[in-house]
C-alpha cells in the first residue's frame, strides 16, 4: 500500500514539474530576432533616440543601456505601430519636407523585429559606449545669447506649467536674423518653446522642440527692429522620476544673423478653418486663395486640436495639385516643417487642407495623460502658418 501511494505521489510530483516546465517555457518569450541589441538596435537608439531618451532627458526613461531598454520593448513597439513616436513627424510620401522622419523604414524594421523577436541582448562581454546627454547649441555659438531674466521653478506639487519670458535684444539697428535657437537650462523639463517677436505674436521666430535642430534661411530672413524685444513662452514638464521634486531652469535664447543685407523678409500667411467636427473618423476641407505670388518655406500648426491628420495641397491656377505635407498633431509637439526646397506658388493657387479627427482619449494616453479638461478641449477651429516670401520683392535693407 506504501509502494502505491508513493508511486501516485512521485507520479503527482512529475505531473506537476512538467506542467511548471511547460507553463514557464511558454512564458518565456522565444529569441525569433535576428537583430540584437548591443549590435543593430543600440547603434539607432544612440544616433536617433539620444537626445531625449538618455539619463537627464527630457524623455520619462532612458534607452542607451540593455538594461534600460529591456523592460520597454513592448512599448516602444506600441509607440512605433501607432506612430506617436518619434513625434512630431511627416510623411515622406508626401511632399519634400526636410528631416521628414527621425527613423528610416529599415530603422524601425530593426527595432520592431527586436521588441517582437525576444529582445536579444548580443554577446554578454560585449562593452558599449557611455552615453550621456548632450547640450549644446546645434549651430555653433550664437551672434546674441539672451538669458532668461529669471530662474523659473516649477514646483514639488506641479507636473507641468507654460511660463511666458520678455527678453530685450539691446539691438540698436534693425537686423536679419536667419535662425533663433533655445538651449535649455535644465533639459530634464524643458518640453517645448516658442520664439516670437514682441508685438507681432504671429511672428513665430522659433518653434523649439527637444531633439529637432533649428534650419538657418538662406536669401530670406526674420526681420528685428531696432531695440526689439523677444517673448518665449516655454512649456515645463516632469517625468515620474521628478514627481515630487521641484525642478529649476534657466534657459538661453540664441539668435543667428544674417550675413547679408538682401534679405527678403519672411511673413506668416495663416490659412484658417471654420468650426471642424469632433466625431471621431469625420474629415473636413478648408483652403485660402493667394493674392499674390509667394515663395513657401515652411508651414506649421499655428493652433490646432492634439487630434487630428492633416494634408495639405497646393492647387495652382491651372489645377495641377501639387502635394505640401501630410502630418499629425500631437500634443506638446507644434513642429515648424520646412521644405526642402523653396515652393514657388503663384497668385490665385489654393492652399487646400483636408483633416481627418482621431481619438483623443487614446492620443491623450499615448503622450502621459489624462489631460487637463481646458487641454482636450481644445481649439474648435484649425489655423496653419504658411511662411512666406513676396516672389517679386526686390531685395532691401531692413
Known sequence: MKSLLHAIVFALAAMLVVALATERGEAHKPITSKYTYNDDVFP??????????????????????????????????????????????????????????SLTPEEVDVILTWATGGNPRGAIDQKLPEVTLTNEWALGKPDLALQLPAE?????????????????????????????????????????????????PGQVLARWLPGQDPQPLDGAAFRLPAGAELVAQIRYKKTWSYEGKPMSDRSLVGVYFAA?????????????????????GRTFTFERALDRDVKAFAISPDRVPDNLTLEVDAVQPDGVRLPMIRFATRPDWGRRYWFSQALSLQRGTKIEVTGTVGDPDLIAAAFGGPVSPEKTAGPSRVTLALDVVAARDKPSAP
Open 44 to 101: 539607432i537608439f544612440k544616433e536617433r533616440c539620444a537626445r531625449c531618451h538618455v539619463p537627464g532627458g527630457v524623455a520619462p526613461m532612458s534607452l542607451m543601456t540593455y538594461e534600460e531598454a529591456f523592460p520597454w520593448a513592448e512599448s516602444i513597439r506600441a509607440e512605433l505601430v501607432a506612430a506617436h513616436m518619434p513625434p512630431a513627424t511627416a510623411d515622406e510620401g508626401v511632399g519634400q519636407v526636410s528631416h521628414a522622419r
Open 260 to 280: 547679408s543685407q538682401d534679405a527678403q523678409e519672411l511673413t506668416p500667411l495663416l490659412v484658417t478653418s471654420s468650426d471642424i467636427p469632433t466625431a471621431v
Open 152 to 200: 523659473f521653478t516649477l514646483p514639488a506639487d506641479s507636473m507641468e506649467e507654460t511660463h511666458e519670458f520678455t527678453l530685450a535684444t539691446g539691438a540698436k539697428d534693425a537686423r536679419w536674423v536667419r535662425a533663433v535657437d533655445l538651449l535649455p537650462g535644465n533639459p530634464a523639463i524643458v518640453r517645448s518653446a516658442v520664439i516670437t517677436l514682441k508685438g507681432s
